[in-house]
């Protein structure tokens, strides 16, 4: 199917689903966020259970990150990378970096509990709470994070 086509019908299909939910996320936030139209075009596939498609998609992200946020907490020892950037972390931040992971997992975890029950009101609720969460801290925290791990190898690389 041709790109156009497929994120034309993944948006009409959006918004039948998000009538259906009764979101109040728009595209705009979650593809903002979470590239889930970038998701269907690598696909090239939009689900007829297409919340599911999406909450998968968000899910996703949020576990990249946490893998990633693991790994400056508990390095991997023999992977320079990862213990490069895990110096970066006093024990305070690194605390930090814990909680920020609970929450995301108490998230993600919702997500699986919801392909179980298959409670549509919850999914709603997953859906907005996922864009909430990610605006309001996740994303804030992750960049400063991410700020503060760059620095660190600009800094190496001035050096070397």
Known sequence: MEKTQLLKEFKEDFEKMKKELKFKSNFDDLNNIFFIDDFVLKTEFVSNRLSRQICSRIVE??????NYLHSLIIANPQNMINVTESKVFN??????IRK????????????????????KK????FIDDSVSFWVSEFGIKVEEIMKKVNDEWKERAEKS
């Not at 024990?91 to 930090?96: I, Q, V």
């Not at 920020?100 to 409670?119: E, H, Q, Y």
């Not at 919850?122 to 609720?125: D, H, L, M, Y």
């Open 61 to 66: 992200t949020y576990m990249n990150w946490n």
């Open 91 to 96: 024990d305070e931040e690194r605390l930090d």
């Open 100 to 119: 920020l992971m609970t929450k995301a997992m108490a998230l993600v975890s919702t997500n699986t509990l919801i392909g179980l029950t298959k409670d």
């Open 122 to 125: 919850a999914e709603s609720k």
